[in-house]
């Protein structure tokens, strides 16, 4: 008798365990075909990308790098009003691309793009969008509306879409294959900072040129709402003394760059692997523009 209850709770555990391996097999099937379904479309959005990128005609720059005229240097870049125009900036060896980009196509593929973020020689070539009432939309959603990875480079409604505001910022994730803002963790190197030194901005209006001149660990504080959008000069005064302070202690600074309250400020962000309450920020000064621009008083 005891032999046959022992055989039963042995054939009742075999039964248990043969649909405990078989609800844990179905299980991993169903998550390999999800991920490989998230994979999929991710690569899906990247092709996007890389298809648009390719219709900005970004093949080559019509100067070189660290050509500088005698008359003509980074110091003459005083006062808003008297930002260089572009023959000036050409003059000093700044490298304009040639790239045309095309605002009305890039509307059919998604109406909130309103700009374009362009750095040399890097992955980052990508359409800037602002969803008018979600600010974490683009954090979760692709270019044609799907859920996940990539995502997109995008701006909060904190900020105009002119560019005008003391300071710009653009999120973006940090991809493990390299792509969106991955790249800027290279920044954190000085020669690489020196070889990649300006980012390009197309809007619909004019081509904004920012000099790269400092690139750091932060803490994950919204710069925007925590500065108050820096309607007072004296908090904006006091943040550019904690950028120049902060990237000279824990980044890379070119303290040859001049950057002051009057200077318009673009702040790129992306997450730090294994840090979740970190960011990386690469900051730029603009060169030149004059059109919209506004300042604390």
Known sequence: MKRVEKNEAEARQNYILKNAAIVFLAEVIAFGVVACAVKENQLAVEDVYSKLAKQTNSTEVV???????EEATLEETKKPE?????????????????????????????????????????????????????????????LDGSKGYPGCIYTENYNNKNFSDPDTV???????????????????????????????IYTEEELLIYEIFAAYQFSDEHILYAHDGFED?????????????TASRNGILKEETEVTANSCILTLSTCIAGKPDNRFLVQGVLLNGTQGRRYPQ
């Open 233 to 245: 000069m004296k908090v904006l005064e006091e943040y550019i003394e904690e950028i120049l302070s």
């Open 63 to 69: 100067s070189e790098y660290g050509k500088v005229s």
């Open 170 to 200: 653009l999120y973006g994730h940090n991809m493990k294959d390299g792509t969106m803002f991955a790249g800027l963790h290279n920044y954190g190197n000085s020669e690489y900072m020196e070889a990649h030194p300006y980012v390009y």
């Open 82 to 142: 008297e930002r260089l125009p572009m023959t000036i900036l050409e003059e000093m060896g700044v490298p304009i691309p040639a790239k045309s980009v095309d605002f009305d196509k890039l509307r059919t593929t998604n109406g909130d793009i309103y700009a374009w973020i362009f750095i040399p020689d890097t992955e980052i070539d990508y359409p800037v969008l602002q969803h008018p009432e979600d600010n974490s939309y683009y954090l979760n959603y692709n």
